[in-house]
């Protein structure tokens, strides 16, 4: 009886959220200087956290002879910075609570910052040094080289890891979207310190540059932070040599790689939907439908309830600047992958032809909402939220908006655009496994 009140309890407090709930005020700040960032100030816990992102800086944009050098670059930004070696650096970010840290994907190079508030001064000096004067030594360098190529060594170990880029390259095919990510033992041995250099200064500059902050600060104490420390970056990007142009998508292929498991990881994909179309909404609910709710997706209720082929199965939307994909991944036993690959397109023409009822839409929609206002408790998903605003030129009051998006989608709206959304032929699938499930016995 106590388990089925606490049950009833969460699906009340699950399904009570509505757009009102949403209260996140958003900033627009420009500096004396001419710094533009987005701001919510939260002063919940005395924490602040950036971020800054530059554009057209992603793997996509690394020479094919140099595959890994953006990622190479976020590796070696942490052997020393100003006139610290790494373990200096390391420390003095470590004596005050500092968090930085930086990645990169296929567009952006990501550099993340999160520090008590009485610390923000020292991090964002800090973060200064290592945007700005990266410590490029010898013993960094090759240490920073040593690592990445002990990372390729074990990605090219992993199931998850070369189905997911199989799946990318079979897609992608010549277009720089399917840049090995990390790089090859091959092209990483090409890259020498002053590529990295001409990186740090070809991307890490004010028109690249897009700024985040979320936390108990003021807005005044951060204009004058990012203006006394971010000044130095260049206010121009170096016309770069390197363009990625929209690609065209190889649909319905298969791919297969080798691997001595006894499970099989399939990675699959058909063409997405841009996060600026005005269609994205309906997609987005009818993905979660499809694969994007754990348990209660169709692909897991169909896969895994009926025909207990799988432990897991899901799907995503993956969205950029030059390609759109709605993705999904399966784990299953080798000896089912044949079906459970036949199941998954059997499933999208299903949908397709007879679209998803009433009770799956409307839990799609509410486990959407409910997801989102869950994630606006944490201020590293708000920071992700005002980044993509940023990035995608939405407006100010995007945050405010995203539920009622949802709200005023209809079954009839999603099931409309199904025909044009889903595509069984068009589905390319990679997978790794000791069996190719694609030849047949």
């Known amino acids: 009886m106590h388990n089925k009140l606490l049950l009833f309890l969460l699906l009340f407090f699950c399904t009570a959220f509505h757009a009102g709930d949403v209260n996140i005020k958003v900033e627009e700040i420009t500096t004396n200087?001419?710094?533009?960032?987005?701001?919510?100030?939260?002063?919940?816990?005395?924490?602040?956290?950036?971020?800054i992102t530059f554009k057209n800086s992603g793997y996509a944009y690394d020479d094919q002879e140099k595959q890994g050098l953006a990622a190479f670059t976020s590796a070696f930004l942490h052997e020393g910075a100003g006139n610290s070696n790494a373990l200096e650096f390391a420390r003095k970010l470590e004596n005050k609570g500092i968090k930085l840290s930086s990645n990169v994907s296929k567009e952006y190079f990501h550099v993340y910052l999160k520090t008590l508030s009485e610390n923000l001064p020292d991090a964002i000096f800090l973060l200064s040094d290592y945007l700005l004067r990266p410590n490029f030594d010898d013993n960094g360098f090759n240490r920073a080289k040593e690592m990445q190529t002990v990372l390729i060594?074990?990605?090219?170990?992993?199931?998850?890891?070369?189905?997911?880029?199989?799946?990318?390259?079979?897609?992608?095919?010549?277009?720089?979207?399917?840049?090995?990510?990390?790089?090859?033992?091959?092209?990483?041995?090409?890259?020498?310190?002053?590529?990295?250099?001409?990186?740090?200064?070809?991307?890490?500059?004010?028109?690249?540059?897009?700024?985040?902050?979320?936390?108990?600060?003021?807005?005044?104490?951060?204009?004058?932070?990012?203006?006394?420390?971010?000044?130095?970056?260049?206010?121009?990007?170096?016309?770069?040599?390197?363009?990625?142009?929209?690609?065209?998508?190889?649909?319905?292929?298969?791919?297969?790689?080798?691997?001595?498991?006894?499970?099989?990881?399939?990675?699959?994909?058909?063409?997405?939907?841009?996060?600026?179309?005005?269609?994205?909404?309906?997609?987005?609910?009818?993905?979660?439908?499809?694969?994007?709710?754990?348990?209660?997706s169709v692909l897991m209720h169909e896969l895994r309830d009926k025909l207990g082929i799988t432990y897991h199965i899901s799907t995503f939307l993956d969205t950029n600047e030059?390609?759109?994909?709605?993705?999904?991944?399966?784990?299953?036993?080798?000896?089912?992958?044949?079906?459970?690959?036949?199941?998954?397109?059997?499933?999208?023409?299903?949908?397709?032809?007879?679209?998803?009822?009433?009770?799956?839409?409307?839990?799609?929609?509410?486990?959407?909402?409910?997801?989102?206002?869950?994630?606006?408790?944490?201020?590293?998903?708000?920071?992700?939220?005002?980044?993509?605003?940023q990035l995608h030129n939405f407006n100010v009051d995007y945050i405010d908006n995203y539920i009622n998006n949802f709200e005023k989608t209809t079954l009839k709206d999603v099931n409309n655009i199904l025909y044009s959304s889903l595509s069984a032929d068009n589905l390319s699938f990679f997978e790794v496994s000791k069996k190719n499930s694609f030849i047949s016995n």
């Open 322 to 389: 030059h390609s759109n994909i709605l993705s999904g991944v399966l784990y299953t036993d080798n000896s089912t992958a044949a079906q459970a690959i036949s199941a998954i397109k059997q499933v999208f023409n299903e949908i397709k032809e007879k679209g998803i009822n009433s009770q799956l839409f409307e839990d799609a929609r509410i486990n959407i909402i409910n997801s989102f206002i869950f994630s606006l408790s944490n201020n590293d998903n708000i920071i992700h939220y005002l980044t993509k605003m």
């Open 33 to 51: 200087n001419n710094f533009k960032f987005l701001f919510v100030e939260n002063h919940d816990l005395p924490v602040v956290s950036l971020d």
């Open 153 to 296: 060594k074990k990605l090219d170990n992993d199931p998850q890891f070369v189905a997911k880029s199989g799946l990318r390259k079979l897609l992608f095919g010549k277009h720089p979207y399917a840049n090995a990510e990390y790089g090859s033992l091959d092209t990483i041995k090409n890259i020498t310190q002053d590529d990295v250099l001409q990186y740090v200064k070809r991307n890490f500059n004010q028109e690249k540059m897009v700024i985040s902050v979320v936390g108990s600060a003021s807005s005044q104490e951060l204009s004058e932070l990012i203006d006394n420390y971010l000044l130095q970056l260049p206010t121009k990007a170096e016309k770069s040599v390197h363009r990625v142009e929209n690609a065209n998508l190889n649909l319905g292929k298969n791919g297969h790689a080798f691997m001595d498991i006894p499970q099989s990881v399939v990675f699959f994909g058909q063409e997405g939907i841009a996060i600026d179309d005005p269609n994205y909404y309906k997609v987005y609910l009818l993905n979660y439908a499809l694969g994007g709710m754990s348990l209660n």
